[in-house]
Each structure stands twice: as structure tokens, then as C-alpha cells.
């Protein structure tokens, strides 16, 4: 799960977060899994982002369903991100 500064949280419902996380055309997991390869990208410094404010301001939707998404659906994760 990420760690998202208070400015950039957001309140989605389950409902929202699965539209958010499954409007690039691939599966949910899929996407999931792509953001948190930007996101090891940016921790690496391999992309444009200053700080992890910037990350999280362009990023924001994304990761907030990305939380939403893993806390209902960790059990069924056998390896914890």
C-alpha cells in the first residue's frame, strides 16, 4: 500500500476505485502492478518526478484506488507489496 501524503487522499468507494484502476485497458491487477512499477521507478529516481509530492499530485487517483483496491482485496494476495 502507499503511503499517501493527507493533501492527496482521497475517499473512493470500491465501486470507484475498481473504474479508476481498470480505465487503461487492462486488468486491474495488470494496472495495479504497472503503478507500482512507477512507483519503484521513481523510489530508483528513474523518472521526472522531484519528490514523492509530485509522485502522489500527478498519481493521486491512481494510488488512493490503489489502496482501496489492495486493503479488500489483500487475502487473496499469497505475497503482501
Known sequence: MFN??????????FTDAEHVMSRYGETIIDNMHDLLSEWHQHCDGADFFADDEEFFEYFKYEA??????????????????
Open 64 to 81: 488512493n484506488a490503489f489502496n482501496v483496491l489492495y486493503s479488500e482485496m489483500k487475502h487473496l494476495f499469497r505475497y503482501g507489496v
Open 4 to 13: 499517501i501524503p493527507d493533501m492527496y487522499k482521497i475517499n473512493l468507494s
